[in-house]
């Protein structure tokens, strides 16, 4: 069992989310759709959700590295994941059938939403219809592959410890072998299907595969920050200005978490009063959208909007921490623990 590590990761997770978050207030909430601020936006999006799967990556491995059986581990992701997920899946069902009475629509989104299949029926009766987007929450297609993650990594340390010696051989294959998936399936598949499917997880493997890297060689290289940084930063501004490149981003951005991470310096416990990282992701896209139906985006201009927008993600991220996901963890729980710190 590796030990636990004074880290940031609480911090970069909040940043991540809050990546995503300015990207979706603007994509949402912009008087003209499609312009240079939204498009610089996107590519941030795309950096967060990608430190979102490595940071995911190396605490899931430390998570199931520390359980003492996988029912054990099996309950803390649960523990973690669902009970906040499904509170943002039944108040807006809750809301659209209160409006709408159309039972059947409400029915559609909660049976697929609940069990994170939000592609098939990502809209609510009653509910932004006349919004730029329809869905409820375009942010949840990212736990789909969480969840799936979660169910693939007892095997995939199961088989990389039966390597020993060629541990770090085995991470190459899972890296190479999530590259080759995202790269060649939208050539094999068809138009819509073939694109998205490269986004799901086995396309979105390395980065998972380079968090698992980052848990496995932590006690070895926490010192070496400074080379972190330097090559993870170089590379990573590489891959952005040469397509080629490309495949080497979970790699680059890797090296960027883990030299954030632990450079020397204050802890930053941003999760001393809540940690809220989680419940901002899950929460913002909703409100936005609540917040743009009601006309907000045009009367308070897009300053306005993000100022209003920021302030009720924040209220409601605290809220579902200390109502829905705080009361669901054991109290051993890291989690519980860091919001604990004085």
Known sequence: ??????????????????GVFVYHSVAIGAARPGGPAELALAGLADVSIQGFFIVSGLLVAGSLDRASSLADYAGKRIRRLYPAYAAVILLPALISLLLTREAGGVASYLGANL???????????????DNRYSAVNGALWTLKIEVMFYLVLPLILLVLNRLKALWW??????????????????????EMYGAELSRQLPGQMAYFAMGIALWKASPGIQRRWRALAFCGTALLGATFLHPALEPLRAFALAGVIGAVAWAPGPKLNVARFGDISYGLYITHFPILQALAAAGLATSLGLAGFLALATVATLAASFALWHLVEKPALRPSSHYRRVAAET
Do not use: T
């Not at 069992?1 to 809050?18: G, H, K, S, T, W």
């Not at 069990?115 to 219809?129: M, R, T």
């Not at 051989?169 to 068809?190: D, F, K, R, T």
């Open 115 to 129: 069990v994170f299949l939000n592609f098939l029926s990502p809209a609510l009766p009653g509910l932004f219809e």
């Open 169 to 190: 051989v085995g991470i190459a294959a899972l890296y190479v072998a999530g590259e080759i998936w995202a790269y060649v399936l939208p050539q094999l598949g068809a």
């Open 1 to 18: 069992m590796m030990p636990q590590l004074a880290n940031r990761f609480d911090f970069i997770r909040l940043m991540l989310a809050a």
